[in-house]
């Protein structure tokens, strides 16, 4: 099966600017993620989707994060606007919510830098 | 905050077994102990969990006290690409409704 896809794997944008980044879970996965690991830190939580629902959104940092995944297929993760303490690495996981126990399937990360 | 403690890096030969040990005295019963990797530059890798008993599958082996306030993951065969960050992490579900909290994890580096 195809893994967690997302897209791009780098984006460079000045300070200010709107950033979108893309996954696209397992097929079937109902349970989305998003965490990220910002210069030098661990690797944080930011929110969970059931199917096109936020379950949890503790960990979004403000309120210039917005996440989205309409259809409860592909979610999308924008930053508007972004600021330099934004850069780091976002990735998305996505598991079978009736598998519990059997661990997230990660993506690769977007590589996001704000200048 | 992470509820486990593991060393900050460890050094194993190739070919032989790569011991990572882990802390979670403050564990609760219905607690699982997952273990993690991530590969420079690539997203964090589902390797093993337990609760109780011990458990092995085709990546590696998964040791827990009878107390379940430590627990040890075993590489049987260490090679290069093993070398990476190894969390282990302590979830109810691991794969369901709570979101994962890292540590700063293990640098395991496997040395040729």
């Known amino acids: 099966e195809a893994g967690v896809t997302q897209f791009p794997s780098h984006s460079v944008i000045e300070k200010g600017q709107t950033v979108t980044l893309r996954c696209d879970p397992i097929?079937?996965?109902?349970?989305l993620y998003w965490y990220r690991r910002v210069m030098g830190k661990e690797i944080k939580f930011l929110l969970h989707?059931?199917?096109?629902?936020?379950?949890?959104e503790s960990g979004m940092p403000n309120n210039r994060f917005l996440a989205e995944r309409t259809g409860g297929t592909y979610s999308t993760l924008k930053v508007q606007p972004a600021e330099l303490e934004d850069s780091g690495v976002y990735f998305c996981?996505?598991?079978?919510?009736?598998?519990?126990?059997?661990?997230?399937?990660f993506g690769s990360g977007t590589r996001l830098t704000v200048v | 905050d992470a509820k486990t403690t593991q060393p900050t890096s460890m050094d194993c030969a190739e070919g032989r077994a790569a011991n990572l040990p882990c802390n979670h005295s403050?564990?609760?019963?219905?607690?699982?102990v997952y273990w993690y990797r991530q590969i420079h530059s690539q997203g964090p890798q589902y390797i093993i969990h337990g609760l109780k008993n011990n458990e092995t599958n085709e990546m590696a082996s998964l040791i827990i006290t009878e107390d379940r306030k430590s627990s040890t993951l075993i590489l049987p065969h260490a090679t290069l690409r093993d070398t990476a960050v190894y969390y282990c992490?302590?979830?109810?579900?691991?794969?369901?409704?709570?979101?994962?909290?890292f540590g700063k994890g293990t640098h395991l580096i496997i040395q040729p």
């Open positions: 403050t564990i609760s019963g219905n607690e699982y």
């Open positions: 992490i302590v979830s109810l579900s691991g794969g369901g409704a709570d979101g994962l909290t």
């Open positions: 996981a996505s598991s079978a919510y009736y598998r519990l126990g059997e661990g997230y399937t």
């Open positions: 097929s079937g996965h109902d349970n």
């Open positions: 989707f059931v199917k096109e629902s936020k379950q949890d």
